[in-house]
């Protein structure tokens, strides 16, 4: 499997690629406005970070067919590569389509239902990111989303994969790959939650208390 995490936080994406079995890193926006630095200045240092097998995803800004291949060659000329981040409407699918001739390699993303997954694959990307916690916090079911659209791609697009995307929680994560998710992308927090739980740290201190009790030492 894939695990990308969802961040432009440079320093992290060093620390936790000495840690985790990490495929690289994804971005949006959002991200990418959320740490302040210039796209084309934190994208190398991205690139950097994830080493060169890493695999590094931007997102086009443009609404339009035209921007949008436009923005994609531009990430392609700079990062050979890179997979961009095509949201899926109308005019993304088109993009899609168009950028799949040029063998530039796209994500269709802002998914929020199988059907729409679907035909972002059938468009050619290779990448097709649902958003989980987004449609479950509308009040659909984003992992029922997920295992539809898995099913769907194995049947009709199996050259697409399933991105799994959007979460707050380690469990839905989880539940995206027990659903066959080849790839999925975590945001920082939820990457660290799935070690850094009060219950580990407590049972490793009770074996450090067990052993001094009898010993007197933490020596072996
Ligand atoms: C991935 O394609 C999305 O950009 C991202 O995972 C969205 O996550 P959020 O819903 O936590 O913003």
Redesign the pocket.
Known sequence: MELYL?TANVAEVERLARVYPLAGV???P??IAAGKMPIWDVLPRLRNAIGPDGTL?A?VLSRDVEGMVSEARRFNNAFPGIVV?IPVTTEGLSAIKRLKKEDIVT?G??VYSAAQGLLAALAGAKYV?P?V??VDAQGGDGIRMVQELQTLLKLHAPQSKV?A????TPRQALDCLLAGCEAI?L?LDVAQQILNTPAVESAIEKFEQDWKTAFGNLNL
């Open positions: 969802d994804t971005t949006n959002s991200i995803f997102q981040k994500l993303t802002a990111a958003y916690n987004r991105l995307a959007s979460f707050k992308t945001p």
